[in-house]
């Protein structure tokens, strides 16, 4: 028995793909929604962490910017301390130079001269007086230049003749200055130590040459 259909079968197959075709459209729209919002979930969350991350490094930094100050103030009074340890250690390291000095001056200062005032700046002593004769003033700087363990650098300012009565004499005199240089006690420590060194280092040439 052969059975015949005699309905429109090309239109039922047209209507058949036609619905295929928008069902698939469907769900590619709904595949693609549901891709487009995980991603956009996904966005959100990374953001969101993102977020809290530079919240955190922005806290971190402000605590280590207030540290970095401390630090910084800790330093400043550091160097603060450091440089009145210096002062203190400076003063007691000085405090016996005027004596080194004055004796000094009572040791280097040959007969017929004498002094008016005595002024000490720091490392540099200036010093006022009369003398009999140039060659006393001469004297007095050869002797600071030579012999002197705590004065050196002896630099003649000015000297100049005047005249002063003694009853009905006239005497001529010689007013000067002198500036000298005053070694602190650990510049001469330095200088007594380099001599010291010299004979062992030639004694060493000497074992070298035998």
């Known amino acids: 028995m052969i059975l015949i259909n005699l309905l429109p079968h090309r239109e039922e197959r047209r209507k058949r793909r036609k619905a295929a075709y928008f069902i698939g459209l469907g769900v590619s729209a709904a ?9 956009f979930l996904v966005l959100q969350q990374l953001t969101s962490s993102q977020r809290d991350r530079n919240a955190y490094l ?12 401390d630090i910084a103030t800790l330093r400043a009074e550091i160097e603060s301390l ?46 006022n007086g009369v003398a009999q004769t140039n060659e006393r003033v001469s004297e007095f700087l050869r002797n600071t230049a030579n012999n002197s363990e705590w004065l050196v ?7 100049k003749a ?13 007013d000067f200055g002198v500036r000298l240089t ?8 330095t200088a007594d130590a380099i001599p010291a060194a010299k004979p062992a280092s030639s004694a060493a040439v000497a074992a070298k040459k035998a």
Do not use: C, M
């Not at 922005?58 to 100050?69: N, P, R, Y």
């Not at 203190?88 to 016996?96: A, G, H, S, Y």
């Not at 005053?182 to 420590?189: I, L, T």
């Open 58 to 69: 922005g806290g971190e930094i402000k605590k280590l910017e207030v540290q970095i100050k």
């Open 153 to 159: 650098k002896p630099e003649l300012v000015e000297i």
């Open 82 to 127: 450091k440089a009145r340890q210096k002062a203190v250690e400076d003063l007691q390291i000085d405090r016996n130079v005027p004596v080194h000095v004055l004796n000094e001056l009572v040791k280097q200062t040959p007969e017929g001269v004498y002094f008016t005032s005595v002024k000490q700046d720091g490392q540099t002593l200036n010093v």
């Open 162 to 174: 005047s005249t002063t009565s003694a009853g009905r004499d006239q005497k001529r005199l010689f």
């Open 31 to 39: 595949v693609g929604l549901a891709v487009v919002g995980i991603w």
């Open 182 to 189: 005053v070694k602190r006690p650990q510049d001469k420590a």
